[in-house]
């Protein structure tokens, strides 16, 4: 089976599983794992903050940098449908007692700064107090685009301009680092601070980490424990991260650059076939493919919206009869992500195989001898 239904699915390198099985371990809550310390001191080098904290995953990394700088009532100004506010649970209402200001975003997952400085609330009473501006890079929605260091440092500008901090849910901010062919420092400006996935493309069996300052960190570490999210003997896989966090041949980070040419050969062959609609290759900067699998636009009326899905729901099932797994997007899309572990002739099969399962719910020619 080719699992392309997220970067979430790989499987460590020999070299983690080598590093993990013998981790120097300790209590970390404590602060006496000699694997999370160290993990934790690569990650804040490598994002040029004080400090960082380990915790399970992306999404508890993202509702305590919530809770870390957000007073319950406080306003979050966010992208519209943004991962970390309609991907998570609604944890930052239901946990740390935030709301949210969503604004509308482009297609090249920025928005107009202008509708950012607008965002902000008076010092009204009847109204909540604006406490943390966030974006998302890569932002999901748009395809996996990656937000560049001008665009990031304008945003981190016009947050402390208000006297709010700026969050990044980096889930996926090497990609964009790699794709944008900069340090990955560069994409967290002073001040900020930002969560990023080890369980991602950078392979690891599990875990994210927060960055920031020594007293944010600290808040963090604070919030990790009310959650439930104090760890033990963690270095057992922390060890994996400290792998993945290198550069040169064992390391995770210089590779993402083939990820993203797997998605480039893909969506340039699945756009020239027949029955795949709302592609455009030139967009795939990462390692993200979005596409539609019908004949006409995403339908507005609802009896036009349930035929798309329906068609999905055939297309993705007959992919799955020949060993290839996609997933379901919003808005009647089909997403497929290369990781590691997915190699050149394994895209090459994948793409043979949706020719394949479009002919079989009969939006393409069916293949002669």
Same mark, same amino acid.
């Given at each position: 089976?080719?699992?392309?239904?997220?970067?979430?699915?790989?499987?460590?390198?020999?070299?983690?599983?080598?590093?993990?099985?013998?981790?120097?371990?300790?209590?970390?809550?404590?602060?006496?794992?000699?694997?999370?310390?160290?993990?934790?001191?690569?990650?804040?080098?490598?994002?040029?903050?004080?400090?960082?904290?380990?915790?399970?995953?992306?999404?508890?990394?993202?509702?305590?940098?919530?809770?870390?700088?957000?007073?319950?009532?406080?306003?979050?100004?966010?992208?519209?449908?943004?991962?970390?506010?309609?991907?998570?649970?609604?944890?930052?209402?239901?946990?740390?007692?935030?709301?949210?200001?969503?604004?509308?975003?482009?297609?090249?997952?920025?928005?107009?700064?202008?509708?950012?400085?607008?965002?902000?609330?008076?010092?009204?009473?009847?109204?909540?107090?604006?406490a943390l501006v966030t974006i998302e890079n890569t932002h999901s929605?748009?395809?996996?685009?990656?937000?560049?260091?001008?665009?990031?440092?304008?945003?981190?500008?016009?947050?402390?301009?208000?006297?709010?901090?700026?969050?990044?849910?980096?889930?996926?901010?090497?990609?964009?680092?790699?794709?944008?062919?900069?340090?990955?420092?560069?994409?967290?400006?002073?001040?900020?601070?930002?969560?990023?996935?080890?369980?991602?493309?950078?392979g690891c069996p599990v875990g994210s980490l927060i960055v920031g300052d020594a007293a944010f960190i600290h808040?963090?570490?604070?919030?990790?424990?009310?959650?439930?999210?104090?760890?033990?003997?963690?270095?057992?896989?922390?060890?994996?991260?400290?792998?993945?966090?290198?550069?040169?041949?064992?390391?995770?980070?210089?590779?993402?650059?083939?990820?993203?040419?797997?998605?480039?050969?893909?969506?340039?062959?699945?756009?020239?076939?027949?029955?795949?609609?709302?592609?455009?290759?030139?967009?795939?900067?990462?390692?993200?493919?979005?596409?539609?699998?019908?004949?006409?636009?995403?339908?507005?009326?609802? /009896?036009?919206?349930?035929?798309?899905?329906?068609?999905?729901?055939?297309?993705?099932?007959?992919?799955?009869?020949?060993?290839?797994?996609?997933?379901?997007?919003?808005?009647?899309?089909?997403?497929?992500?290369?990781?590691?572990?997915?190699?050149?002739?394994?895209?090459?099969?994948?793409?043979?195989?949706?020719? /394949?399962?479009?002919?079989?719910?009969?939006?393409?020619?069916?293949?002669?001898?």
């Open positions: 089976m080719i699992d392309l239904r997220s970067d979430t699915v790989t499987k460590p390198s020999p070299a983690m599983w080598a590093a993990m099985s013998r981790a120097e371990v300790g209590d970390d809550v404590f602060g006496e794992d000699e694997s999370v310390n160290a993990l934790e001191a690569r990650a804040a080098e490598l994002l040029g903050t004080e400090a960082a904290v380990l915790v399970a995953s992306g999404t508890m990394g993202n509702l305590i940098g919530i809770m870390a700088s957000v007073p319950r009532g406080g306003e979050i100004i966010a992208p519209a449908d943004v991962h970390m506010i309609s991907g998570e649970a609604a944890g930052h209402a239901v946990v740390a007692g935030a709301s949210v200001r969503g604004i509308p975003w482009h297609d090249d997952g920025t928005f107009d700064l202008v509708a950012l400085r607008d965002a902000f609330r008076s010092d009204d009473v009847h109204e909540p107090a604006t929605l748009s395809m996996g685009q990656p937000l560049t260091p001008a665009f990031t440092q304008a945003v981190a500008d016009i947050a402390a301009e208000r006297g709010v901090r700026l969050f990044i849910d980096g889930a996926r901010l090497f990609n964009a680092a790699v794709a944008l062919g900069v340090p990955a420092r560069d994409l967290v400006p002073p001040g900020a601070t930002a969560t990023f996935c080890l369980s991602k493309s950078l808040r963090a570490r604070r919030a990790r424990k009310l959650l439930g999210g104090g760890m033990r003997q963690a270095g057992v896989f922390a060890a994996a991260g400290v792998v993945a966090l290198q550069h040169g041949p064992d390391g995770m980070i210089d590779r993402l650059a083939d990820d993203h040419a797997h998605a480039r050969r893909l969506a340039d062959a699945l756009a020239s076939m027949p029955g795949i609609t709302r592609l455009d290759p030139s967009r795939v900067k990462t390692n993200f493919v979005l596409f539609g699998v019908d004949a006409r636009d995403w339908p507005a009326h609802s /009896e036009g919206r349930e035929w798309v899905l329906r068609r999905r729901a055939e297309f993705l099932d007959a992919l799955a009869s020949r060993g290839v797994k996609m997933i379901e997007y919003p808005k009647g899309l089909i997403r497929a992500i290369p990781h590691y572990g997915v190699e050149s002739a394994d895209i090459e099969t994948v793409i043979d195989a949706v020719r /394949e399962a479009l002919a079989d719910i009969g939006l393409a020619p069916a293949k002669t001898a």
